[in-house]
């Protein structure tokens, strides 16, 4: 199966029962049911407003566009729900544990409207993929998409639980190490 890979992935400070986390796994709970179109443009429209109100709280991130990129939607969902699955292990170097990773994937027709609308939007210069005003303009992305060339979607926010956190040190290390400072 072909397809355009577009994902968004941002590491969030939002502490343990942070009222802002609970709404964006209320989002993760209402994406695990079969949505109509409509439905799915509302939700991802919800989740695009949860990102541009924490996006000052945004401390790292990481997004991708990929023409042909059918196999690197599967390698994401894969590697998420792999790691969703191990039991979650604390950070024991004392660092505070007070980040969440939020994670916005979409496998859209080739050709299709929203891979245009995502291409046209994706188009920056290199030296703004890293700033608060590309992370606010892709995150105001998410509700433009056409929901009928949408093959695919997920949304994850990791780790799930209110009490359960990522500390900063963990997320610049190893196996996060792809994951840029947002300025």
């Known amino acids: 199966m072909s397809g355009v890979f577009f994902a968004l992935q941002v590491a969030v400070l939002s502490p343990p029962h942070d009222p802002w986390r609970a709404q964006v796994a209320s989002a993760v709970r209402e994406h695990t049911r079969d949505l109509r179109f409509a439905d799915q443009r509302v939700l991802w429209g919800r989740v695009a407003n949860h990102l541009l109100a924490a996006v000052d709280r945004v401390a ?9 990129g059918a196999g690197e939607y599967a390698d994401w969902v894969r590697g998420i729900e792999d790691d969703t699955a191990e039991p979650w292990v604390p950070d024991a170097s004392g660092a505070r544990m007070d980040h969440v990773l939020v994670s916005a994937l979409f496998l859209l027709a080739a050709g299709g409207a929203s891979a245009q609308v995502v291409g046209a939007r994706c188009d920056l210069p290199e030296d703004e993929w890293r700033t608060r005003a590309t992370w606010r303009h892709l995150f105001a992305t998410l509700p433009l998409l056409d929901f009928s060339t949408v093959r695919n979607n997920a949304l994850y926010l990791t780790p799930g639980g209110d009490r359960a956190a990522f500390s900063l040190r963990e997320l610049q290390g190893e196996g996060y190490d792809y994951l840029l400072r947002v300025e």
């Open 60 to 68: 790292l991130g990481f997004w991708d566009f990929v023409p042909n």
